[in-house]
Antibody
Framework: EVQLVESGGGLVQPGRSLKLSCAASGFTFSNYYMAWVRQAPKKGLEWVATISTSGSRTYYPDSVKGRFTISRDNAKSSLYLQMNSLKSEDTATYYC?????????????WGQGVMVTVSS | EIVLTQSPTTTAASPGEKVTITCLASSSVSNMYWYQQKSGASPKLLIYSTSSLASGVPDRFSGSGSGTSYSLTINTMEAEDAATYYCQQWSSNPPTFGAGTKLELK
């Protein structure tokens, strides 16, 4: 059974940093692209980052480019999201997701999510 | 960026009723993906590549469409289908989601 378990969320002041982790199990982690998707309170879904199987390629939307860094440790079957210079608009539940590539791409398994609140 | 517009925003259906949710793209996309999110839970993949059912998804769910117009249909509404449904595209970067359609049980 595929499982994705996020951790590391919490309350952080604007301008500070936070690092999220995602522990994966139930599949060969190193064979899959992985991603982070967030959901602001009572809002829709927004893609945040994607990383290739080896970690050599990363992708971000303009809203987080230069502030967020996605990384992975295939030996530990773990995914990370380093978030710097946090803003109030980064307040959201962050989901770790397995990213299926192909014609387009989509997310076939999601974690339970971890809440990040950016506030003074 | 491709904008996905879902309609209706909110709807309600009685058990056994047919439900159709529409997703219009601001530019042509090659495929559409659909997710179901129940209250307090994470999203769950329902439909991939426009019309393929994800593993474990009941066959009362179906997807169709092409170009800029796609739809998700629930053939016979069940109580457990009450949720918010999102469409998603990745024909061009960045991948985008629709704003969601909240489906309630009547």
């Amino acid at each position: 059974e595929v499982q994705l378990v996020e951790s590391g969320g919490g309350l952080v002041q604007p301008g500070r940093s936070l690092k999220l982790s995602c522990a994966a199990s139930g599949f060969t982690f190193s064979n899959y692209y992985m991603a982070w998707v967030r959901q602001a309170p009572k809002k829709g879904l927004e893609w945040v980052a994607t990383i290739s199987t080896s970690g050599s390629r990363t992708y971000y939307p303009d809203s987080v480019k230069g502030r967020f860094t996605i990384s992975r440790d295939n030996a530990k079957s773990s995914l990370y999201l380093q978030m710097n210079s946090l803003k109030s608009e980064d307040t959201a539940t962050y989901y770790c997701a397995r990213h299926i590539r192909g014609t387009g791409g989509y997310f076939d398994y999601w974690g339970q999510g971890v809440m990040v609140t950016v506030s003074s | 960026e491709i904008v996905l517009t879902q309609s209706p925003t909110t709807t309600a259906a009685s058990p056994g009723e047919k439900v159709t949710i529409t997703c219009l793209a601001s530019s042509s996309v090659s495929n559409m993906y659909w997710y179901q999110q129940k209250s307090g839970a994470s999203p769950k993949l329902l439909i991939y590549s426009t019309s393929s059912l994800a593993s474990g998804v009941p066959d009362r769910f179906s997807g169709s469409g092409s170009g800029t117009s796609y739809s998700l249909t629930i053939n016979t509404m069940e109580a457990e289908d009450a949720a918010t449904y999102y469409c998603q595209q990745w024909s061009s970067n960045p991948p985008t989601f629709g704003a969601g359609t909240k489906l309630e049980l009547k």
